[in-house]
């Protein structure tokens, strides 16, 4: 896998993932599998999926509804986070979520950070990523071109679901070594740094 050429020039729309990409999240990840008995090396939405008992995905949505709940009430604003909401609307930019998260979770972790963002994409609408099914739908939506709309995550998963849209990808760091930064088409340290990208555009 590879990135899309990025040419900010033409960015008509921002995409962001949602835990720690806008908002922190500080999900035990390793706990939840334990619980629900899901492999290190397999995708947890996916195993749920493939559970041929009806209780146990009952009972493993409900072990991953709550971690999301406590996930969202606990949260809060990445740096930057609310400035580069403000610019874009400012700049007249569009914008949306698209999160691996259920919407229940999800609007609660954006109702309790006050994100001004009200196009929400979860995994009820629509095959979670890396698929692209969620962003090919927005660029539907907007009658846009996939080269006029950037992703922005924090996980390789953002960086494949741009790339299998063909749509460019920005991988925000927080600051910290990563090693997906080659599949992305733009790296950042903080989402301040995006900004100040993105205000470069008419220059």
Request: charged residues 20%.
């Amino acid at each position: 896998m590879s990135h899309v050429p990025l040419n900010i020039r033409e960015i008509k729309a921002v995409v962001f993932d949602l835990d720690n990409t806008l908002v922190s999240s500080d999900m035990d990840f390793r706990w939840l599998r334990e619980q629900i008995g899901c492999p290190l090396d397999q995708d947890l939405l996916s195993y749920v999926d493939q559970l041929e008992c009806h209780d146990q995905t009952q009972q493993a949505n409900e072990l991953i509804l709550q971690h999301e709940l406590d996930d969202a009430s606990a949260s809060h604003p990445m740096p930057g986070c609310l400035s580069l909401i403000d610019f874009i609307h400012s700049n007249q930019l569009l914008t949306a979520i698209i999160t691996r998260n259920c919407a229940q979770a999800a609007e609660q972790k954006i109702a309790h950070n006050q994100l001004r963002i009200s196009r929400i994409i979860t995994r009820e609408h629509f095959p979670p990523k890396p698929a692209p099914d969620s962003l090919l739908s927005l660029a539907d939506e907007w009658n846009l071109a996939p080269h006029q709309i950037l992703y922005v995550g924090d996980f390789l998963y953002d960086l494949q679901a741009a790339f299998n849209a063909d749509m460019p990808s920005c991988l925000v760091t927080h600051g910290k070594p990563s090693n997906f930064a080659p599949f992305a088409s733009l790296v950042v340290e903080h989402l301040h740094d995006l900004e100040h990208t993105l205000s470069q555009r008419h220059l």
